[in-house]
C-alpha cells in the first residue's frame, strides 16, 4: 500500500531520488540482482522453488499448530488458556506495528539488492537494527506500565491468578521485544528469497513450541508460568538462530552503529504510512466483528470465526505465492527491468486469483458437508459467511501484487491516504446496514464491493508510477480470470444441482472440480510462454525421479 505524489518522492538509499519517474529508472544505473537467466519467465522457476519451500512449511506447522492448541488447552485448562489469551491480546496491538516495520525494512534491503549496492545494504541494515531497538525500548516502556495497569485493574482476572497473569505480560512484552529486534534478519532472509531456510527456521519454531506444550504435563510448577517462560526461551533461542545465520550468510548482516537521518527518516515514513494502512485494516476485520457481536451476538461470531478459518487456510496457500514472488517485483523495479516487472505483476495477481479458485468452487458449492464432516453441528450462517467469504477474499488477492508494486517504489503517501480512506468504508457501511436491518451476510457483501472497487483504486494509483497500462491489466487478470472462473464452475455445479447431497457427491464434485478447474486454468487462464515453462518444470521433475 503505498503512494505516487511527486510531490513526496521519498529519497533514494544513496540520498538521490530513489522513485523517480519510471522511464528515468535504467537498468545500467546498477547491477540486476536478478540474473539474466531469472528474469522474465524463467524467474518463475525460482519463484516455484520458493512457493514449494514454503507449502511445505505452511502444512507441517498447519498440523503442529492445530496439535500443540489442544495439548495446551488440555494441560493450562479453559480457565489458564482464556487468561493466556486474553493478556495475549494485550500485546497484539503491537503486531500492526511489528508488520508494518518489517514490510518497511524488508522493502529497503531487497530494493537494495536488487540495485547491487552492497555497501548501501550494509547501513540499511544496520540502520533497521536502530529503529528496532528504539521501537523494542518503546514497548517495553508502554506495555510494561499501560499494560500493567490494564491487566491489573481492568481486566477479569479469575482469584489467584493475577500472578501467573503478570508472568504471562512480562513475558510477552519481552518476546514482542525480541521480535522487533530479530525482524531486519527475518527481513534479510526473504530478502535473499531464502525461502527453504525460512520454512526450516519456522518449522522449527513449531516443533520446539510442541515439545514446550508437551512439558506441561511434567511441570512441578505453575502451568502457566511455566508456558510463559518456556515460549519466552523459544524466542531467544530462534532469533539467536536467525542472527547466527545471517550473520553467516548475509555480508551486510553485521551491525555497525551509523547515523544516517535521511535513510531513518524515510524508512520510518514509510513505515508510518503502513501502520495507517494496517490500522483500516483492523477496523474492518476486528471492528466489524465486534459490530456482529453488539447487533446479533456470540453465535454469529463464533460462525465468523469458523469461516475465517476456512478461508485462511486457502488464502495461505496463495499466500505463500506471493510471499515467494514479491521480492522479484521489487528487484526487477530496482534494476529498471519494467517490462519483466509488468508481466509479473499481471501473472501475480492472475494466478492468485487461480489458485483461490481452484480450492473455492468444490468448497462453495460443498460447504454445507465440508463443515458438517469437520464440526458436525454447524452454526447458523457459517454456510453463508463460509461462501461469501471466499468472494471476499478473491476481491482482496486480486489488488495483492498492485501493492507490492507501490511498495517497490517506496512512494506510499498518497496511495496509503487514498485506499485506506476508500477502506475504511467498510466499517460504517456494515454499521449502517446492520442499523437499518440488513442480516449479517453484509458484513461481506460491504466488505467484497469496497475491496473490489479498491482493485481500480489501485490500478489509478500504481499505473503513472511504473507505467503499467490499465487495459492490460484489466484484460490479462480481470477479464481472463472472470472467463476461466464461468468455464471452470459449469461441470461442477451441474453436478451440485442435479445429484442428491450425499458423500458420493461431495467426492465428485471436488474430483471433477479440481481436475476441470486444472485443464480450464492451463488452456484458457495461460498463455503459450506459461504453458512452456509448466512443462519444462514438469519434464525437470520427472527426469530427477
Not at 503512494?3 to 519517474?21: C, G, K
Not at 507505467?467 to 461441470?491: D, T
Not at 488452456?523 to 520427472?542: F, H, P, T, Y
Request: aromatic content about 12%; overall charge positive; proline content about 3%.
Amino acid at each position: 500500500m503505498s503512494s505516487e505524489s511527486d510531490s513526496e518522492n521519498i529519497q533514494s538509499l544513496d540520498n538521490q531520488q530513489e522513485t523517480q519517474p519510471a522511464d528515468q529508472v535504467n537498468a545500467s544505473d546498477a547491477p540486476s540482482a536478478v540474473d539474466a537467466g531469472d528474469s522474465g519467465i524463467l524467474s518463475n522457476r525460482r519463484i516455484a522453488k520458493n512457493t514449494i519451500a514454503l507449502y511445505i512449511r505452511m502444512i507441517l506447522m498447519t498440523g503442529i499448530g492445530l496439535y500443540t492448541s489442544r495439548i495446551v488447552l488440555q494441560t493450562l485448562g479453559v480457565s489458564d488458556y482464556g487468561l493466556y489469551n486474553a493478556v495475549g491480546g494485550i500485546i497484539g496491538m503491537f503486531h500492526i506495528v511489528t508488520s508494518s516495520l518489517s514490510t518497511a525494512v524488508s522493502r529497503y534491503l531487497t530494493y537494495s539488492l536488487g540495485r547491487g549496492d552492497k555497501d548501501r545494504l550494509k547501513v540499511v541494515f544496520s540502520t533497521s537494527i536502530n529503529i528496532q531497538l528504539a521501537i523494542a525500548i518503546f514497548i517495553i516502556v508502554v506495555a510494561g506500565t499501560a499494560g500493567w495497569f490494564f491487566l491489573n485493574y481492568k481486566m477479569n482476572v479469575p482469584d489467584g491468578r493475577m500472578d501467573a497473569a503478570n508472568w504471562m505480560l512480562v513475558s510477552c512484552i519481552l518476546s514482542s521485544a525480541i521480535g522487533l529486534i530479530c525482524v531486519p534478519f527475518g527481513a534479510a532472509v526473504v530478502s535473499h528469497e531464502k525461502m527453504d531456510m525460512y520454512a526450516y527456521l519456522s518449522i522449527l519454531d513449531g516443533t520446539m513450541k510442541l515439545l514446550v506444550s508437551f512439558s506441561l504435563y511434567f511441570s512441578p510448577i505453575d502451568k502457566l508460568k511455566t508456558y510463559a517462560v518456556l515460549l519466552l526461551s523459544v524466542s531467544v533461542l530462534m532469533s539467536y538462530i536467525y542472527i547466527c545465520y545471517c550473520r553467516r550468510k548475509f555480508e551486510e548482516c553485521r551491525y555497525k552503529f551509523v547515523y544516517d537521518r535521511q535513510l531513518i527518516k524515510d524508512m520510518t515514513k514509510f513505515a508510518g504510512w503502513s501502520f495507517f494502512g494496517n490500522g483500516a485494516w483492523v477496523l474492518n476485520t476486528q471492528g466489524v466483528s465486534i459490530l456482529i457481536n453488539m447487533f446479533f451476538g456470540v453465535t454469529l461470531n463464533a460462525a465468523r470465526g469458523i469461516a475465517s478459518q476456512v478461508e485462511g487456510l486457502a488464502t495461505t496457500f496463495v499466500n505463500n505465492f506471493m510471499v515467494a514472488m514479491d521480492p522479484q517485483i521489487t528487484k526487477l523495479y530496482a534494476a529498471g527491468d519494467l517490462s519483466n516487472m509488468h508481466t509479473l505483476v499481471c501473472r501475480g495477481a492472475r494466478f492468485a486469483f487461480f489458485m483461490m479458485l481452484f480450492f473455492g468452487i468444490p468448497c462453495c458449492l460443498e460447504t454445507e458437508k465440508l463443515l458438517s464432516l469437520w464440526l458436525g453441528v454447524v452454526p447458523e450462517y457459517t454456510v453463508l459467511f463460509v461462501r461469501l467469504s471466499f468472494i471476499a477474499s478473491i476481491c482482496t488477492l486480486l489488488g495483492h501484487t498492485l501493492v507490492t508494486a507501490q511498495y517497490a517504489t517506496g512512494d506510499i503517501k498518497r496511495y496509503q491516504i487514498v485506499v485506506s480512506l476508500v477502506g475504511a468504508w467498510v466499517f460504517p457501511l456494515t454499521w449502517l446496514a446492520f442499523k437499518v436491518g440488513g442480516d449479517p451476510s453484509w458484513t461481506y457483501i460491504v466488505y467484497s464491493a469496497v475491496y473490489f472497487l479498491l482493485v481500480f483504486v489501485r490500478i489509478y494509483l500504481v499505473k503513472d508510477m511504473i507505467q503499467l497500462s490499465w487495459v492490460r491489466y484489466v484484460k490479462e487478470v480481470l477479464v481472463r480470470g472472470a472467463i476461466v472462473a464461468l468455464i471452470a464452475i459449469i461441470p461442477p455445479l451441474a453436478i451440485y444441482l442435479t445429484m442428491p447431497p450425499t458423500i458420493f457427491r461431495f467426492i465428485l464434485v471436488w474430483l471433477v472440480s479440481l481436475v476441470f478447474s486444472g485443464v480450464v486454468i492451463y488452456w484458457v487462464g495461460m498463455d503459450a510462454i506459461e504453458r512452456a515453462s509448466i512443462k519444462r518444470m514438469l519434464q525437470s521433475v520427472l527426469r530427477r525421479k
